[in-house]
């Protein structure tokens, strides 16, 4: 990696649980104006990724926000569904990136753009922990929409994920639109 090269992190959230969208997010980030503090989202707390999300935004270079449809995830599978919201990620960029590092062992295909991949990136590497912090913030906020929504489901508290109180608000009330089918336990479940 020259110092010339234009580097996006690459990072998702929201692969596991069985509500909502996968997000992707890309980010530029500005050699000029570093960001003090960036780390692995899960290892922040909501109100420090808020306040680095705010911050990520105004001074990276460049940075995109994209996810997959549940439909799309039902349909193509998580794994498909996640490289494809990273795909539309990098794409959104406003400055197309020389190099894309992308969290974890799979990358999508980006015409013009060479990936490489790294396992725990978004610990490593600033760009990608900038990339992990924007998509996590996008999709808690979207789940905080989908709690309005579907008060008796208790996203708010969950965000989505397989806990003991959302899998019993499956069995009561059923799913809404918004829970993906092809997920176990919603899968097995004769609802």
Known sequence: MSDSQ?????DEAGRGPLAGEVYAAAVILSPDRPILGLKDSKKLSSK???????????EALAWSISFSTVDEIDTLN???????????????????PDLALIDG????ILFGVATQTII??????????????IAKVARDERLMLLDQMYPQWGFR???GYG??????AIRVFGVTPFHRKSFEPIKSMNL
């Open 48 to 58: 420090r990724r808020s306040e680095l999300s705010i911050e990520i935004k105004q």
């Open 163 to 168: 806990t003991k109180s959302h899998i019993e």
């Open 105 to 108: 062992n799979r990358a999508p």
């Open 120 to 133: 725990k990136g978004d610990q490593t590497e600033p760009c990608i922990s900038a990339a992990s912090i």
């Open 157 to 159: 508290a969950h965000k």
């Open 6 to 10: 234009i580097i996006t992190g690459v």
């Open 78 to 96: 998580i794994l498909n569904a996640t490289i494809l919201a990273m795909t539309r990620a990098v794409e959104g960029l406003s400055v197309r």
